[in-house]
T-cell receptor, first 115, second 112 residues
Framework: EAQVTQNPRYLITVTGKKLTVTCSQN?????MSWYRQDPGLGLRQIYY???????DKGDVPEGYKVSRKEKRNFPLILESPSPNQTSLYFC??????????????FGQGTRLTVV | GEDVEQSLFLSVREGDSSVINCTYT??????LYWYKQEPGAGLQLLTY?????DMKQDQRLTVLLNKKDKHLSLRIADTQTGDSAIYFC????????????FGTGTKLQVIP
């Protein structure tokens, strides 16, 4: 079954304690992205990756890091989380443009609370 | 940067048509999308339209694009309670890479 898997689904942590949210896709997609969803703001892109070892900043990258060492995995790292990073996070993957397939697959979301 | 705007709420009666509107600012948009988010779930792609099209119909869904006014709409015919969800429009700019900007989302409530 084609899917994007995020872990954990829920996380409560304290300010400053480093954490990683994992994302894995089984569709051999080249493109992967991280978004955060906040009430009234919709989804905002944090980082995206066009392929292995190729990453770039989205609209709200401050306070986040990503890596793309393998095609299937795209972890989101918060080196020193702060309360303003409390949000619902989504990972997404999609084929590269030009393949004729525009479907983007989203993970189930990770609800992060930083206290 | 690009901006995509939607109204936050829409309430309709079961069986009526729903129209969800979206405006965007990027005139170089290539594709425009509609996603559905059910409670506690991720986003699911509903439909999309290429920027050189005016209309696309897919069963109960009709997408209208007015490129001159940068206005996109999603019409759901015969709205059902299962259509209750948050609907996001999104636009993908040109430039050889995928950078999608999402709207704020419209929460559709269907009244039985």
């Amino acid at each position: 079954e084609a899917q994007v898997t995020q872990n954990p689904r829920y996380l409560i942590t304290v300010t400053g304690k480093k954490l990683t949210v994992t994302c894995s896709q089984n569709m051999n997609h080249e493109y992967m992205s991280w978004y955060r969803q906040d009430p009234g703001l919709g989804l905002r892109q944090i980082y995206y990756s066009m392929n292995v070892e190729v990453t770039d900043k989205g609209d709200v990258p401050e306070g986040y890091k990503v890596s793309r060492k393998e095609k299937r995995n795209f972890p989101l790292i918060l080196e020193s989380p702060s309360p303003n990073q409390t949000s619902l996070y989504f990972c997404a993957s999609s084929p590269r443009p030009g393949t004729g397939d525009l479907r983007a697959f989203f993970g189930q979301g990770t609800r992060l609370t930083v206290v | 940067g690009e901006d995509v705007e939607q109204s936050l709420f829409l309430s309709v009666r079961e069986g009526d048509s729903s129209v969800i509107n979206c405006t965007y600012t990027d005139s170089s948009s290539t594709y425009l999308y509609w996603y559905k988010q059910e409670p506690g779930a991720g986003l699911q792609l509903l439909t999309y339209i290429f920027s050189n099209m005016d209309m696309k119909q897919d069963q109960r869904l009709t997408v209208l694009l007015n490129k001159k006014d940068k206005h996109l709409s999603l019409r759901i015919a015969d709205t059902q309670t299962g259509d209750s969800a948050i609907y996001f429009c999104a636009e993908e700019g040109s430039g050889g890479y995928q950078k999608v900007t999402f709207g704020t989302g419209t929460k559709l409530q269907v009244i039985p």
